[in-house]
């Protein structure tokens, strides 16, 4: 591995580029911690986002007005406001009110930095995957609502096992772009010190000078990353394409 690491810097060295840091094994230990829970952020923040767009996208076709109009609200202010500024939002305003009140009762805050970024993701992508699921909703043919309420199905049973099944699939290729985006997204983790990959890279380059060198890395994780959630979704959706809805 050591000759292996060493051949890699000595070759990138002559395309001018300097890769030393990956000899320390200090700074080495942090990029590849900081890889590992970036992945952390990307799987829990799918799984995340996915269960909050479909408590959102049911609250949204509600027939009680009150929680349609509110979920309705919360959609739009959380689309339209930048990631970023929610994230702050959340981390110096509500968790240090969360903090505060928790002193007072002698406890602790057991909310990380982690947690936050996974909860603020997941929502923000959540509103997403709503608006998408909705559209799947809407989408499914009358006939076959008309056939599922001649079985007897009330409303609440409809919705969760006929339209948001079918819905999932109408709504597959929307998902699957927007879980792209997420993956991205999570590089705002670093803005509240989370020891993600951008992070970790920010740390070494301030000490060795090395910015290109890790960007160039950055880039190369990112699209990998990306292209490979992409791929699983094209799979998905081969997989679940439904002969007679649309799709050959």
């Known amino acids: 591995m050591d000759a292996a690491i060493a051949a890699l810097i000595a070759g990138a060295r002559h395309l001018g580029l300097n890769y030393a840091f990956l000899a320390d094994a200090y700074d080495r230990g942090a990029f590849v911690h900081g890889a590992w829970v970036t992945l952390e952020l990307v799987l829990c923040t799918l799984a995340g986002s996915l269960a909050a767009g479909v408590a959102l996208a049911a609250a949204l076709t509600s027939r009680h007005a009150l929680v349609a109009g509110a979920t309705r609200a919360f959609v739009e202010v959380t689309r339209n406001t930048p ?10 305003v509500l968790n240090m009110l969360i903090t505060h009140a928790l002193q007072d009762a002698q406890r602790s805050n057991p909310l990380t930095p982690f947690l936050w970024v996974v909860v603020v993701l997941s929502l923000h992508k959540g509103v997403f995957h709503a608006e998408a699921l909705r559209a799947g909703i809407e989408a499914v043919p009358k006939v076959t609502l008309e056939a599922a309420a001649s079985l007897g199905f009330d409303r ?8 948001l099944p079918l819905a999932l699939r109408f709504a597959l290729p929307a998902l699957v772009n927007n879980s792209v985006e997420l993956v991205k997204a999570t590089a705002v983790a670093s803005a509240i010190a989370v ?4 992070y970790a890279s920010i740390m070494i380059w301030t000490q060795r000078d090395n910015v290109l060198e890790l960007m ?6 990112f699209g990998v990353l990306t292209w490979v959630v992409s ?15 649309g799709n050959r």
């Open 83 to 92: 990631t970023l500024v929610q994230l702050y939002c959340a981390f110096l």
């Open 156 to 163: 609440r049973t409809l919705l969760w096992r006929v339209q």
């Open 195 to 198: 020891g993600d990959i951008t």
């Open 216 to 221: 160039v890395l950055l880039l190369l994780f």
């Open 231 to 245: 791929r699983a979704g094209n799979w998905l959706e081969l997989r679940l394409r439904m002969p007679g809805y």
